[in-house]
């Protein structure tokens, strides 16, 4: 599967401030864990095995992850090669727009 992972390094990425981990509290009070709280590593991980209309959600819900998250050409053929071997609908499938993911996402997937 195609990575869907920017390879910039993690520090980089301006990823908001905080706390590393809810245990950088240095309580034992329950802390209550949220997607962004987890380390960046777990966010890479779980992003490269994203399918491309997953990743293109998730890349769209912060800055953050859209500096990380990876919605390429190829992770887009992939998608659609994918979908055609299960014989599912696809997006634009009399024309295979691969110009940006607005045009690509235009058609509707049953």
């Known amino acids: 599967m195609a990575s869907t992972v920017a390879a910039e390094a993690p520090a980089a990425l301006g990823r908001p401030h905080g706390p590393a981990s809810p245990c950088d509290h240095g309580s034992a009070a329950a802390v209550a ?3 962004l709280s987890l380390p ?3 966010h890479l991980a779980v992003s490269r095995y ?3 209309p997953d990743a293109l959600s998730l ?4 800055t ?3 500096q990380i998250v990876r919605t390429d050409v190829p992770l887009k053929v992939e ?3 994918e979908r055609r071997r299960l ?4 997006p634009n499938s ?9 045009e690509f996402c235009r058609g509707s997937v049953s």
Not at 87 to 90: M, P
Not at 94 to 101: A, E, Q
Request: charged content about 20%; overall charge negative.
């Open 50 to 52: 994203l399918p491309y």
């Open 94 to 102: 009399h024309r295979c727009d691969l110009g940006s993911d607005l």
């Open 79 to 81: 998608w659609l090669l």
């Open 59 to 62: 890349k769209q819900t912060s």
């Open 87 to 90: 014989h599912l609908d696809c």
């Open 40 to 42: 960046t590593e777990l």
């Open 64 to 66: 953050y992850f859209r």
């Open 33 to 35: 864990v949220t997607l």
